[in-house]
């Protein structure tokens, strides 16, 4: 699976839009990127998936750039429940039964 | 619908000393997985079972640590001694059908433990 590179941490005001990137420069043409988050003391969170196209659900907006090679999460109006660690994942559909291969992640910090 | 469940949630215990944990996934996944997770660090694979059969167990050190997952359901990850550099917290996750086109697994809270 593909490497990421993500900022180890960010600072957001409540209410402001959280731009969390990622860079996956070595990404292959198969390869989707996730992102997922951990709430201090609980497992990590699916949170989105795209391969090609933005994606929206009730949670986060995904733009992936047109090569690729970088993606940004957006999460539109942070709470402060939205302080977490935000993993970025490359990996193609149906690897190794959908195993997981988590980088070292960006903190997000969501600030009154 | 219940989630993935794991305990116990937090033990302490002494070097060299045995410590088991266990999880319960969510049911009708076939797929359970063993994840550890230092301080500061993501998670990081130990093993995979899909159904009762351990298909990917490259990271488990296999020297002190051991898992099972009988009937295919539960599971139990056992440390036999424990040593101080096992502190961690141990994440159990599972994914079913629906996994395998979205790649979405499910976590559960984790057992923390620290070897004094």
């Known amino acids: 699976d593909a490497k990421t590179t993500q900022p180890p941490s960010m600072d957001c005001a409540e209410g402001r839009a959280a731009n969390l990137p990622c860079n996956h420069s070595?990404?292959?043409?198969?390869?989707?990127v996730y992102w997922y988050r951990q709430i201090h003391s609980q497992g990590p969170q699916y949170i989105i998936h795209?391969?090609?196209n933005n994606e929206t659900n009730e949670m986060a907006s995904l733009i992936i750039t047109e090569d690729r090679k970088s993606s940004t999460l957006i999460l539109p109006h942070a709470t402060l429940r939205d302080t977490a660690v935000y993993y970025c994942?490359?990996?193609?559909?149906?690897?190794?039964?959908?195993?997981?291969?988590f980088g070292g992640g960006t903190r997000l910090m969501v600030k009154p | 619908e219940a989630g993935v469940v794991q305990s116990p949630r937090y033990k302490i215990i002494e070097k060299k000393q045995p410590v088991a944990f266990w999880c319960n996934p969510i049911?009708?996944?076939?797929?359970l997985y063993w994840y550890r997770q230092n301080l500061g660090q993501g998670p990081e694979l130990l093993i995979r079972?899909?159904?009762?059969?351990?298909?990917?167990d490259s990271q488990l050190p296999k020297d002190r640590f051991s898992a099972e997952r009988l009937k295919g359901v539960d599971s139990t990850l056992k440390i036999q001694p424990a040593e101080l550099g096992d502190s961690a917290v141990y994440l159990c996750?599972?994914?079913?059908?629906?996994?395998?086109?979205?790649?979405?697994?499910?976590f559960g809270e984790g057992s923390r433990l620290t070897v004094l």
């Open positions: 795209g391969l090609k």
């Open positions: 996750a599972s994914s079913g059908t629906s996994g395998s086109t979205t790649g979405e697994l499910f």
């Open positions: 079972y899909e159904n009762e059969e351990a298909v990917d």
């Open positions: 070595t990404i292959s043409g198969n390869e989707y």
């Open positions: 049911s009708g996944h076939n797929t």
């Open positions: 994942i490359v990996r193609v559909l149906g690897n190794a039964g959908n195993m997981l291969t």
